[in-house]
Nanobody
């Protein structure tokens, strides 16, 4: 099973930036995809973005123009660059890996083989 290790996150003021990293123990570049999800207390887990083998990068509407997902093939790592952060971005963020590319912004529709441990992002006003 692929192991995912997350890093980054922390606390920033509104308007600030953070970068999250998700390092995979291995990566099937011809088929795999990685998605970022977030979950705030009392809320359901929400898809933020994903990147697939073809380089497609869909985003949830609330982060379009502010967040960018990318991957470094040489490091088996996927990043989520978050700019112009808002208090409603505050949540625990998780990355998820799908070996066969079954990513979706809905956790229920995707088929994920591995999840990261989560990292907290807190944005203050």
């Amino acid at each position: 099973q692929v192991q995912l290790v997350q890093s980054g996150g922390g606390s920033v003021q509104a308007g600030g930036s953070l970068r999250l990293s998700c390092a995979a123990s291995r990566y099937a570049y011809s088929s795999a995809c990685v998605a970022w999800f977030r979950q705030a207390p009392g809320n359901e887990r929400e898809g933020v973005a994903y990147i697939n083998a073809g380089g497609d990068t869909p985003y949830t509407d609330s982060v379009k123009g502010r967040f960018t997902i990318s991957k470094d093939n040489g490091k088996n790592t996927v990043y989520l660059q978050m700019n112009n952060l808002r208090p409603d971005d505050t949540a625990m963020y998780y990355c998820a890996y799908s070996e066969l590319g079954y990513c979706a912004l809905s956790p229920q529709r995707g088929r994920f083989d591995s999840w990261g441990q989560g990292t907290q992002v807190t944005v203050s006003s």
